[in-house]
């Protein structure tokens, strides 16, 4: 099996990479299947933490000319680099040219929903990969009911659609740990953490609005992840000024670092507006973090009755999720429990075994 992988080396890799490299470490631990993955032309190997853990074979043009060559020219075909194959999992919108039988990962389809969330290119992009997408892939492959309603909606068959969610690996985070991870960071009072690439349907807005509606408590709002597109967080972040509310912009946090922020947070706030998923809530919930997220979406799948659930558009309501859990000790400890138990219905080997059914289905 040929899986794609050049998400990996992207500036921003995402959810996109942590969900394909935790399904491909998955399927390397089955004796039933051999994967190779397959990028672009690349100098030097990816860094850590998104190093794929399979052989990665690389075609002969760069990433930009050679996602515009699969989109328009269809060309190069994934065997001039990997030999013949049973089947092709595309794990993003770049849908590559193949003999093989093609699945395809999809993980939400949001630009269509809002074209201001990605970028002018990034919109003619992921159109012309959905319509190819649509017109290729034997079976569609999507991580939440969200996305499979997604999907139905923008016109791909039904029946080629499986629902095949991630999963995570909870390494035990011990309080020593978390202390370490506090002084570190200067972090000595209570926080409302959120994690994520810094873009709009992420809803910093919100988040930052209802962090705002507790001015005068003693808390930090702690925000970790890589930059991104189209969000002006400098300019957001001047409302909490004047509210005795301290910030924390971390940047990008390799897992190691992020798992001690997920289980010292008092609350973690994910107000996300759309995603496929929500990887950030189930690593929340499994390193012991109270979430508080947005309902009819990805996430309140994810977070199932183990996480308080709220319209993101609303900032009050935010907020009375957030000091609900910062008031009540009791309820904060029952929620990382039923937390902990909710992400361990989540496992890479499901995701796995599921994705080899998939390819299953289609190989010759």
Known sequence: M???????WHRVPGGTATSILGTVSALTRRDDIE?????????EPTETPFRPPVEVRQLILPRLAMYESWHGLRWPRVENATGPVDVVHATAVAVPPSRAPLVMTIHDLAFLADPTLVTRHGNRFFRRGTDLARRHA??????SEATASE????????DRIRIVPWGVDPRPVGSEEVQAMRERLGLHRPYVLFVGTIEPRKNLAGVIGAVAGL????????????????????????VLEGTGIGVHRLGFLPPEDLLPLYGGAAVFCFPSLREGFGMPVLDAMAHGAPVVTSA?????????????????????????????????AALGDRMRQAGRARATEFTWDRTAELTVAAYREVAP
Do not use: M, Y
């Open 215 to 238: 001015a005068g408590r003693e808390i930090d709002l702690v925000i970790a992840g890589p930059d991104g597109w189209n969000e002006d967080l400098d300019r957001r972040l001047g």
């Open 296 to 328: 009819g979406t990805a996430t309140a799948e994810v977070a199932g009755d183990a996480g308080l659930l709220i319209d993101p558009l609303d900032p009050s309501a935010i907020t009375e999720a957030l000091a609900k859990i910062l008031d009540d």
């Open 151 to 158: 999907c139905r909606a923008a016109g791909f068959d039904p």
């Open 138 to 143: 034997r079976l569609v492959l999507v991580p």
């Open 35 to 43: 994967v190779v993955g397959v990028a672009a032309r690349h100098a």
């Open 2 to 8: 040929a899986v794609t992988l050049e998400q990996c």
